[in-house]
């Protein structure tokens, strides 16, 4: 029956493989099969009873299974993948404690530090990752040289990276030394690597990235390389901050369709 078929990215997601972007990419790179055939996105499937394989591998979408929602503190020097062709340090290893098969939500580079989020929830994932909800991240940056306020101005309004422009950023100086500020960041997008490319592009050197909060979650003092689940009440506090966001977002669409019609 139609009716119990759910689009295939999504039984992806809740089965712990991937985020739905992730598994979208998947679809498109033809790694995902039903039945024996090649999915396209935007088909549909029923978890419990066909058979869906991703790059080989039959998955199987437990009833009921517990969602995990992890704070992990990622040091420098691992990747945020579950797995790494190259052996390279992944993210996966300092979790395989957790008895269930967990994904990075969005992702930090190989040279960044701090606050990840890992489950095996797709739709939580999709609520923090997905471009159009504006999440916001916090990032305690040194730069080098010495930052001057027309770079300052630059970075708070917006800076062109890879042909596009970026989004207006919060941007406070924390402290200044004679040849190196750290500031704190508030970014509502996450492009690939996007604070190092956007000091890069107004000739400011990345010395140290680190994210200290997601929305209203802040990393606090989890040190490097733990993790804990998160408490009901950072839950709660997500849960709050996604409403606002909608509301906001919903409010902004409304007035953006109103100056068209003018």
């Known amino acids: ?15 712990g493989i991937a985020s739905r972007r992730k598994a979208e990419e ?52 691992f990747i945020t993948t579950m797995s790494d062709e190259g052996g390279r ?6 979790v395989d404690d957790v008895p269930a098969r967990l994904f990075p939500v969005g992702r930090l580079d190989r040279e960044s530090e701090g606050l990840l989020f890992m489950t095996n929830d797709g739709e939580f994932a999709n609520t923090i990752s997905h471009p159009s909800t504006h999440f916001a991240k916090t990032y305690r940056v040194t730069v080098r040289p010495r930052i001057t306020d027309e770079q300052l101005t630059q970075l708070t309004t917006g800076v062109v ?18 040849d190196r500020t750290v500031l704190e960041i508030v970014l509502e997008e996450g492009r690939n690597r996007q604070i190092r490319k956007m000091c890069e ?7 140290r990235l680190k994210r200290i909060a997601i929305g209203p979650v802040k990393l606090g003092m989890l040190q490097p ?14 849960t709050a901050y996604q409403k606002k966001l909608k509301g906001r977002n919903e409010s902004l669409t409304q007035l953006s369709n109103s100056k068209k019609k003018r």
Request: glycine letters at 8%; proline letters at 4%; charged letters at 35%.
């Open 89 to 94: 340090k992944c993210v996966a290893e300092l």
């Open 225 to 238: 390389g733990k993790w804990r689940e998160l408490k009901p009440e950072e839950m709660r506090s997500i």
């Open 201 to 207: 592009a107004i000739g400011l050197e990345t010395a």
């Open 1 to 15: 029956m139609e009716g119990n078929k759910i689009r295939v990215q999504k039984i992806i997601a809740d089965a």
């Open 26 to 77: 998947l679809i498109s790179s033809g790694a995902v099969t039903v039945n024996g055939k090649k999915a396209k996105l935007g088909d549909k499937a029923d978890p419990f009873k066909d058979k869906i394989t991703v790059a080989g591998r039959e998955i199987t979408l437990r009833k009921n299974a517990k969602k995990y929602y992890i704070m992990l503190h990622k040091p420098r020097g």
């Open 161 to 178: 990276v890879e042909g596009r422009m970026s989004m207006p950023a919060a941007v406070r100086v924390i402290k200044t030394e004679q």
